[in-house]
């Protein structure tokens, strides 16, 4: 039997501490279903860039690229660490440099209760937002001139490639064709950015028409974030740009019980990906049994999905669902348990599914 290698970062904060979870969940749902998983930690963080200056040794790349089937990240963060050096390094870094494209992000909610909108449920939030992951305003170039003057000149470049932008675009039409979803919504501000959100109108227009089974439509993104919240069932497949992807997919998170519910994969269809909750350290809330960790024990059943082993995924989400149903719930959500007592209510549910 294959066994699959996860390099884990634990990282800062509260990532710590919903990683444990999600950890626990991994192996318990694999005892379960007879799948071998490897995880190794690595303690890449604050705590470590504090102590040596550095934030991820050379060669980590290679090595995760040589070594290990996927990446699990907690989250990164430390209010020692002002200026976020090392979070930049190890989670943008990371994208950049594994080439992680598709930022997969589902927005669905698993139980009407954890709804903020009044009169909607399950069936209408459940679509999945691919953001592009490795260009954009995250690509770090521009610059400052005549600093700390009047005169001063801050620029920072928007930079969209043909192949950058297609890609992603390919990669939402092949979803959505490999999973029974119907419809591609490409959302930009075309409107008012005339050069690069072109590139995006006419790439989308070209690989619509590779994909005639499935639909395909527009949004600017001030009309999505409006639609978003007014008619989410509207929403199957969801691309946008690296900036615009980040900002709704914390909306999205809004519209599944917040940010501790949202998962997601940075994924490189042809090499290593990584998968992290959506939501970030929260340093004031950590190392205190309170931080809610569905949202990475959800990135683990999507992680474990990648790598093939649907029947351990299925499980996870059966496991969660349960949970909020019982109420089994972090306070977040309105329940009474602690971060460890959910991720051992989510295991045992797990072993009373399988057995
Ligand atoms: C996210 C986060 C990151 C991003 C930050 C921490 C740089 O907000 O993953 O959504 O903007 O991509
Ligand atoms: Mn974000």
Redesign the pocket.
Known sequence: MQTRRIAVIPGDGIGIDVTKEALAVIQTVCGVTGDAVRTTEFDFGAERYLASGVSLPDGTHDMFRRDFDAIFMGALGDPRVPDMAHARDILLGTRFALDLYANQRPIRLLHDDLCPLTGRGRRDIDFVVFRENTEGLYVGMGGIFKKGTADEIATQEDVNTRKGVERIIEHAFRYARDNGRAKVTMSDKSNALRFGHDLWQRVFAEVSERYPDIESNHLYIDALALQMVKNPAQFDVIVTCNMFG??I??LGAALQGGLGMAASGNINPDGVSMFEP?HGSAPKYAGKNIANPFGAILSAQLMLEHLGLAKAGLLIEKAVIGCIEAGETPRELGGSLGTREVGAAVCRRIEELGG
């Open positions: 980040d900002i997919t914390d959506v």
